[in-house]
């Protein structure tokens, strides 16, 4: 009676799902650059997943995915990851990319 190991792959995903931030947009997987502040250092990573609106133009970093850059990037890998949102308060301010709001 185990649960099957959820394995983190994009092929997991619809290619489609409903956009949270305007009514009637849908957010259609697609690569992305992903820009973020490492320490004072600007990184930029390209082809990254995210899902992006093609009403409203919302883009929504892939979740699993950012959760798989964080680890790559923390040198202390394999401890627990805070949940998104958590992450995104330590991150000073005036560095962080405009997170997407609902
Ligand atoms: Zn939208």
New binding site residues.
Partial sequence: MREEHQRITMTDFPPVQP?????????RLQSATLMTWLGDDLITVPDFPAWI??????RTYDSQALAQLSLLLNPEAGTPIQPALEFKKNLPPVKNPPPAQP
């Fill in positions: 956009c949270r931030h305007c009514q009637g947009g849908k957010q609106c093609d009403l409203c133009g919302a």
